[in-house]
């Protein structure tokens, strides 16, 4: 009997399988073809200083544009990358991109200001990663501590030792790493100890259960455990006024989030900044 069900459920999914599996090869495909003809575009977050709240820096988001004016999502592609191995060539683009940017932001007179850049694990997999990196800041007239690699935990946890060796090279360069969305991750804690880290990204579903009159133990703890630690902490997804001003009572250093501005293309926050500083 039990046989006899498992068969049915078998007959039964095989075929949503086979339309998820075409579903995906699909999507990479054309992913593949609309990276290629350059429609691949990065938008930028801004992060602000809790106590003064004025921008300190800001994080490169990638958006896939789709044909009717949408935005196929990054939680969606992004892992499709991944799988796919695009990320290698999607990310070198993203850090070129992005201290390309960050270049132009300087020449404009917005100095000082700092670059957030997502890395995934196929990428520290690429011979090439380390070096390419250091060419790029260089070659842009970049202060290596202006950049920022955001790592999650999954990343630390699929090679440790891979990640942990190329982190410490790049960290010798200059460059600054964080470590994303934490908190999710199924890690172990002894990684904070063996990776060289400078922030600490409180995850959003954390900051979000900062509500008036309720105590949030675990972005407390959090925060408590950054400090502990010597590294900056920076909220994110902070959309309440109340999350901005419970995180600064903590002792987080920054925030990122729709409070204080949505991710934006390019020419976009080259106006936001502007309107900043005047
Ligand atoms: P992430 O690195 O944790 O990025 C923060 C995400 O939170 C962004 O989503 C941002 O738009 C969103 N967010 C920021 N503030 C708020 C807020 O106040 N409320 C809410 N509800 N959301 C907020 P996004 O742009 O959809 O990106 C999703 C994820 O995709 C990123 O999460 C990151 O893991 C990945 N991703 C994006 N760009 C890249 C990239 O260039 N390379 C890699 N490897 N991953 C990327
Ligand atoms: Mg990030
Ligand atoms: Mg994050
Ligand atoms: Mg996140």
Known sequence: RAKKNLKTNFEYYEPEMEQETTWRLEMIRKL???FESRKLQLWYQPQVDLVTEQIVGMEALLRWPTEDGGFVSPAVFVPLAEYSGLIIDIGAW????SCK??????????SGLRMAINISMPQF???????????????N??????????????????EPQIVVEALQELKSFGVKVAIDDFGTGFSSMSYLQKLPLDRLKVDRSFVNEITPGKSAFIVETIVTLGNKLGLSTIAEGVEKREQASYMLKLGCDEAQGYLFAKPM????LLEFLSEQTN
């Open 101 to 110: 940017k960050l270049a132009e932001l300087n020449q404009q007179g917005f």
């Open 125 to 139: 997999r690429d011979p090439n990663f380390i070096e390419s990196v250091k060419n790029i800041i260089t070659d």
């Open 141 to 158: 007239g970049i202060e290596p501590d202006r950049i920022e690699l955001e790592i999650t935990e999954s990343v630390v946890m699929d």
């Open 94 to 97: 993203v850090i070129e991109e």
């Open 265 to 268: 293309p390019f020419e976009q």
């Open 32 to 34: 593949a073809i609309d």
